[in-house]
């Protein structure tokens, strides 16, 4: 137990380093949403990179790596412990334990990316370190965490810097390149402070930029036929009383009352699992009537419901078209410990700490094609799944417009709302398509194709957001090729690296 113990205490008993460490991590989040201060995210890593340039050893380097996440996300994800301990009735200590152990498994990540820093790392060439080794690894960190388990794409630097000139690189590489250029550019800042010789870090930093710049305006995409007239309906329901039996009438009349009053728009679009019920109970009972509606009137009106389970072992968290409830979206990418529990046998005992309604849905099919919503094929996804460029571009070119929804009544009045409406004008800009996004309680809004937010209505207020939406056709150089690029350059750039360590030193170290 000794060694263990000692072990634990090399790793979590803070020095100076790793305290400055955990300050630039928790600061970075500032950069994020609500916040939105992009020059705080080139500082937070020029910072870390500067603490991996003066560490003594890989060890040295995992631990402020580890630090770092510590403070991003015990900031950044805080919000987790608030669904958990208000919504999930998971108990304040239990709540606590959970949430600073998702924090510790986000931060490895970081400590991965420290060590290998550190592995790589030429101290006789400082400026190639800076600025393409350092940066290499903090995208190769960022893309490690959004893919294993499924994936947690949080807190993606890149989402920093909508609407700066590096936000041109999101149609070509995506965030990922979004990413690599803030990394670059918090390296060059780094060399140019710590560099007598100026002058190329200073001309590399005006290409990086002016490069991003120049390419916001290539059109990627074009708009074709007349804007969508679409009505986003925001139930404002409580996540403490959304699934008590008492309240399911008085949420279906907020919501059928208030789609009554714009059944003249194109699209109708209701929040996830805005009715708290199977489709099979209530196609026949309490939306009976509903639905007859929407058919005479012609109007496709997309609700957010639980489809199955009634007579099958299977249900998902799905979108359908009471118009034609054959049209039907069923969500695919699901949220690991809340909608499904991985590993379920050696988690088993997780699960039950958790009182979720529906907490093991089923997965949708991934090749799901759009539906034809207003009279143009739409790309649909489900709250979460909004996190993943790649799985949304399979959508496209035939999707000529996307629509998303999402219940963020589980993290009211915290960071993940905001954050999560940035990731949708991310995805707007990578993909070259506008996106309608409904949600329970905010923040429900139109996004543009260069992410910018063209309507919106307050949060936490019961409303509809009537506003049009235009399609486009044609694909981005992401939607094309997706993170493939980006996979290559770094396969290509480590392997390289490799093979010069072997030929050195004749072995692997």
């Known amino acids: 137990m000794k060694p263990v113990a000692q072990f634990l205490k090399n790793i979590f008993l803070p020095q100076k380093t790793h305290l400055i460490a955990l300050l630039l991590g928790a600061m970075s989040v500032f950069a994020f949403a609500p916040f939105e201060i992009p020059p705080i995210m080139l500082a937070s890593i020029a910072g870390?990179?500067?603490?991996?340039?003066?560490?003594?050893?890989?060890?040295?380097?995992?631990?402020?790596?580890?630090?770092?996440?510590?403070?991003?996300?015990?900031?950044?994800?805080?919000?987790?412990?608030?669904?958990?301990y208000l919504y999930s009735g998971v108990v304040l200590p239990v709540a606590v334990?959970?949430?600073?152990?998702?924090?510790?498994?986000?931060?490895?990540?970081?400590?991965?990316?420290?060590?290998?820093?550190?592995?790589?790392?030429?101290?006789?060439?400082?400026?190639?370190?800076?600025?393409?080794?350092?940066?290499?690894?903090?995208?190769?960190?960022?893309?490690?965490r959004s893919t294993i388990f499924g994936g947690f794409p949080f807190l993606i630097s890149g989402t920093t810097h909508l609407h700066t000139w590096l936000d041109g690189y999101a149609p070509v590489f995506g965030v990922w390149g979004m990413s690599w250029a803030v990394a670059i550019s918090a390296g060059l800042l780094l060399w140019l402070f710590k560099q007598k010789n100026w002058v190329v870090a200073s001309?590399?930093?005006?290409?990086?930029?002016?490069?991003?710049?120049?390419?916001?305006?290539?059109?990627?995409?074009?708009?074709?036929?007349?804007?969508?007239?679409v009505a986003l309906i925001q139930g404002n329901i409580p996540q403490d009383k959304k699934w008590l039996p008492d309240e399911f009438y008085p949420t279906l009349k907020t919501y059928i009352g208030l789609t009554k009053r714009n059944m003249d728009a194109d699209v109708v679009v209701w929040p996830e699992?805005?009715?708290?019920?199977?489709?099979?109970?209530?196609?026949?009972?309490?939306?009976?009537?509903?639905?007859?509606?929407a058919e005479l009137l012609n109007t496709d009106i997309l609700v957010g419901v639980i489809a199955g389970g009634v007579h099958s072992d299977n249900y998902y968290n799905a979108l359908i078209n009471m118009h034609n409830t054959k049209q039907r979206y069923y969500k695919q990418h699901l949220v690991p410990f809340s909608e499904y529990f991985p590993f379920t046998s050696a988690f088993a005992f997780v699960s039950g700490l958790f009182d979720i309604p529906f907490a093991t849905f089923s997965h949708g099919d991934i090749n799901q094609k759009p539906l034809m919503l207003g009279g143009q094929p739409a790309g649909l996804s489900i709250c979460y799944e909004m996190a993943f460029g790649d799985e949304l571009a399979r959508q496209l070119p035939e999707a000529k417009y996307l629509i998303t929804v999402s219940n963020d009544a589980w993290f009211a009045n915290t960071f993940e709302p905001a954050q999560q409406l940035q990731e949708v004008q991310m995805r707007a800009l990578e993909l070259g398509r506008e996106i309608a996004r409904s949600t329970n309680t905010g923040y429900t809004a139109i996004v543009d194709i260069k992410g910018n937010i063209k309507q919106q209505i307050p949060a936490y207020e019961e409303g509809v957001l009537r506003g049009k939406v235009q399609p486009y056709?044609?694909?981005?150089f992401y939607a094309e090729w997706k993170t493939m690029p980006i996979l290559f350059l770094l396969f290509t750039y480590f392997g390289f690296l490799l093979a010069k360590r072997y030929l050195q030193r004749g072995k692997f170290n």
């Open 48 to 84: 870390l990179f500067m603490l991996w340039l003066d560490a003594e050893s890989r060890f040295d380097g995992a631990k402020i790596g580890l630090w770092f996440g510590l403070g991003q996300f015990g900031l950044g994800v805080s919000w987790l412990l608030s669904s958990m």
């Open 97 to 144: 334990l959970l949430t600073a152990g998702f924090v510790l498994f986000l931060s490895l990540s970081v400590a991965l990316g420290g060590w290998v820093a550190q592995h790589f790392k030429n101290s006789k060439q400082p400026g190639l370190v800076l600025t393409l080794l350092f940066p290499a690894v903090w995208v190769l960190l960022e893309l490690f």
């Open 203 to 229: 001309i590399s930093l005006c290409l990086v930029w002016s490069i991003g710049g120049l390419l916001q305006n290539v059109e990627w995409v074009k708009p074709i036929d007349k804007p969508l007239e």
């Open 273 to 293: 699992t805005a009715i708290p019920a199977y489709f099979d109970v209530v196609e026949k009972g309490a939306l009976k009537g509903f639905i007859k509606d």
């Open 473 to 476: 056709e044609g694909l981005t």
